[in-house]
Nanobody, 122 residues
């Protein structure tokens, strides 16, 4: 059974940091790209970062470049999203997902986690 389990969300003040984790199981981790997405109330789900486990390439949406860093520990089948200099507009439910194709388009992703809430207070 494929599972993606996010953790690490919470409440933080603006300017603070959080590290999200995505633990994957049930598929060949090295063959998939892992993406991080977020969805704020009333907004569409947005791709913010992804990592290809095959060639280690990484991608970021402009709004998080320089603040967020995606990384993976293939021995643990886990992908991380280090989020620094958080802003109130980063408040959303954050999801990780797996796809055979790297990119930031949600519909390209086959497997999804349940999400973790990130709230940034001003």
């Amino acid at each position: 059974e494929v599972q993606l389990v996010e953790s690490g969300g919470g409440l933080v003040q603006a300017g603070g940091s959080l590290r999200l984790s995505c633990a994957a199981s049930g598929f060949t981790f090295d063959d998939y790209a892992i993406g991080w997405f977020r969805q704020a109330p009333g907004k569409e789900r947005e791709g913010i970062s992804c990592l290809s486990n095959s060639d280690r390439s990484t991608y970021y949406v402009d709004s998080v470049k320089g603040r967020f860093t995606i990384s993976s520990d293939n021995a643990k089948n886990t992908v991380y999203l280090q989020m620094n200099s958080l802003k109130p507009e980063d408040t959303a439910v954050y999801y990780c997902a797996a796809s055979e194709t790297v990119g930031l388009i949600p519909t390209n992703y086959d497997y999804w986690g349940q999400g973790t809430q990130v709230t940034v207070s001003s």
